[in-house]
């Protein structure tokens, strides 16, 4: 029951395990209630999202994820095993073209353990993937108005420096804290999902002070429980830093062919459960909840606090989940005004981000140009 738990918890956002498992719980006749308080916590009527291209600079990866599309075999004649940086900088200048600022840099995890990536990036002068990816960002900055973001999954401390000096912010999704997903559908064949190492990431993010996006996907196999620790734990590490600029609450979508094409997919009750819990636990951070993967629902979880869209591109298709297309973005706009709230651009970093703390002169002169811009 809602009114077990601590008016002063609710209010402040300082949820113990207990209460948050008492929320992810919450029966019907309560739901509405616990939308009702998570929603009186966002901070203003304004919900934004960011106008981006989502370039994948190589789908080879370590992990074979139960639940992955991107993924693909280094044999497979379709795979983008690199992509060239011409190409790069075309999509770039297209993505200006219709108002990108956002330029989104994903590549599967350590890809360059796989020989064939090897020898491709050897080709173009480079000995790895993080040489190579700090190329093409620097290269964005240089050449374009776009703000590089990049997510490529576990990085180590001295990768994470390097791109720090050519991001204005950078991603990875926790997932889960729990080490027992290792032996599950989702992560039993990927080592790069180990928890303390994607933890461990999360937490050199802080120390170098690079504004962060993580989250959680539900409906893994995992148990109320570990969602728990999964919240609490990015907590935890953004009371030890205050880098998280957002949190993703994303569902588990079945896609034929993958290995948990039969899993169930976790009940719009269970979204809004847990993006309500979010809202209550982290109440100074953005919740974004994917559009493309919530079409029929979106709207339920802006009343649950959520105030992000996250990424939607009017140029290039979401690689990870290819098979659900971005909405329109004056669909959004309709969306939202439905529900009496205003869609706003945002950039690829948050404005609390924007100073010398986090970002080099480079990258704070381009990134005031652009907010200029929108403002």
Known sequence: MIS???????????????????LLNTKQNDIIDLMRIANSKRENNII???KNVFIPL????????????FRKDPNDKNAIILKDKKEVIYQLKNAERYGCKEALFTFGEQADQEKVVMNALREKGFENMNEYIYDICESTIKNTNLLPHTNAGVLSYNEMKSLKEVNVSMGMMLENSSDRLKSMDAHINSPGKDPKIRIK???????????????ILIGIGETKEEIANSLLKIKELNN??????????????SKKGIPMEKNKEPSVLDMIRTVSVAKLLFQN???QVPPNLNHETNQMFLLCGADDWGGISPVSKDYVNPESPWPEINHMHELTKEVGLSLKERLAIYDKYINKKYLNDELLDKTLNLKRLLN
Request: glycine share 8%; with cysteine.
């Open 285 to 287: 951070v953005s919740i």
């Open 201 to 215: 990431t999360i937490d050199d993010a802080g120390s170098l002070k690079i504004p962060y996006t993580t989250g």
């Open 4 to 22: 077990d738990i601590c008016d002063s918890n609710l209010e402040k956002g300082k949820l113990n395990k207990n209460e948050i498992l008492t």
């Open 58 to 69: 190589t789908e080879i990866c370590r992990n074979y994820c139960g639940y992955c599309t």
């Open 240 to 253: 030890k830093y205050g880098h998280i600029q957002e949190i993703i609450i994303q569902n588990f979508r």
């Open 48 to 50: 934004t999202y960011s």
